[in-house]
């Protein structure tokens, strides 16, 4: 059976959104200047991503692909409302997350966990997606989760990010997946991840660490100092991959163009659907990203293959992003 339609929500409705200036303490600023509410992709088969197939061979046949062996919790979820929320996997520490929950969410909805910069907090997602991006989420059934760093977790706020192997962040993305799926009904094939500078780097890491279950990624000043490996390089998970040009450097060492490029050449060599931005604008949150990041996640669930944007982004997308 095909996936559940997700609630319709209008396609391109600007919405005009100013934003104070604010920044994470790592140089990061910049101002939201508005939104496009996303675009479900309805004209094709139903499932929202636009490709008028349900597998994504191209045939117009077929089961949407689903990911298989989803995590489910390890400890007693909370109830999902909008606010500061403690999850309590079994085998790590209580962790709060900054959840964003509509008032009445139906199923069928995505999830997005969103990872916070060096010095900033989980609510930083909320400047880099635009309040009325989220609203446009979880009036969807949508989830927006944002972990707030783990006590012990060193200099940096991922554990990934300190060069520790210590799966915590892993575990709690597991529990905050499986619980959004158990209490809310999200959708297992709309699972998707962002976050800036190091928050940029660790969803990077968690792609590729649970690329058996995400459906796509955005990162802001991301990208990857190694190769990575594939948890499953058969799930062609699709990224949008932004930074901020040659200027885009972080403590005058870290480029995050040449990380970033790094990271589309490895998913672009495995087959995967990727394109970068360049927004020129150094090592900063641009504004007006959020609503281009949610049209990419609404239009590629899991297994999305070939990409409706393989042949060209949507023209309201920015300038700066090419294929």
Same mark, same amino acid.
């Not at 996303?38 to 499932?47: I, L, N, Q, R």
């Not at 040009?245 to 163009?257: L, P, Q, R």
């Given at each position: ?18 934003? +104070?200036?604010?920044?994470? %303490? ?12 996303? $675009? ?12 008028? $197939? @349900?597998? @994504?061979?191209?045939?117009? $046949? ?24 403690? *999850? ?47 609203? !446009?989420?979880? /009036?969807?059934? %949508?989830?927006?989760? !944002?972990? *707030?760093? =783990? ?16 799966? $915590? ?5 597991? +529990?905050?997946? /499986? ?50 490996? *594939? ?7 699709? !990224? ?21 490029? /790094? ?33 990419? *996640? ?13 042949? =060209?982004?949507? =023209? ?8």
């Amino acid at each position: 059976m095909r996936s559940r339609l997700l609630p319709a929500i209008p396609a391109l409705l600007l919405v005009a959104c100013t934003a +104070e200036p604010e920044s994470d %303490g790592d140089g990061q600023t910049g101002t939201d200047a508005g939104m496009t509410e996303a $675009d479900t992709g309805e004209s094709g088969d139903g499932d929202g991503d636009g490709d008028g $197939d @349900g597998n @994504g061979d191209g045939d117009g $046949d077929g089961e949407d692909p689903t990911p298989q062996n989803l995590p489910t919790p390890t400890g007693a979820c909370p109830t999902f409302e909008s606010g500061y929320v403690p *999850f309590s996997p079994a085998s790590i520490d209580q962790r709060t997350v900054r959840l964003w929950v509509g008032e009445d969410p139906q199923p069928g909805g995505l999830l997005v966990i969103y990872w916070h910069a060096y010095t900033s907090g989980a609510d930083e997602a909320a400047f880099t997606l635009s309040a009325p991006v989220i609203e !446009a989420i979880t /009036a969807a059934g %949508g989830v927006v989760a !944002a972990p *707030f760093a =783990a006590d012990d977790v060193g200099e940096f706020p991922w554990f990934v990010v300190n060069n520790s192997d210590r799966q $915590d962040d892993m575990l709690l993305a597991d +529990e905050i997946v /499986a619980c959004a799926i158990e209490q809310v009904g999200v959708d297992p094939r709309r699972i998707h991840s962002s976050g800036m500078s190091a928050g940029g780097l660790q969803t990077t890491a968690f792609s590729m660490a649970r690329s058996h279950y995400i459906a796509s990624s955005a990162s802001f000043s991301g990208g990857t100092f190694m190769q990575l490996p *594939f948890e499953d390089a058969s799930n062609k998970f699709s !990224a949008m991959i932004i930074h901020g040009g040659d200027n885009d450097i972080f403590g005058g060492a870290v480029n995050f163009k040449t990380l970033s490029t /790094a990271w589309f050449n490895q998913l672009r060599d495995n087959g995967n659907f990727a394109f970068m931005c360049d927004h020129g604008g150094g090592h900063t949150i641009p504004s007006g990203y959020g609503s281009s990041v949610a049209n990419f *996640f609404f239009a590629h669930p899991f297994g999305t293959q070939p990409s409706p944007y393989a042949e =060209a982004l949507p =023209a309201e997308f920015p300038t700066d992003c090419s294929l």
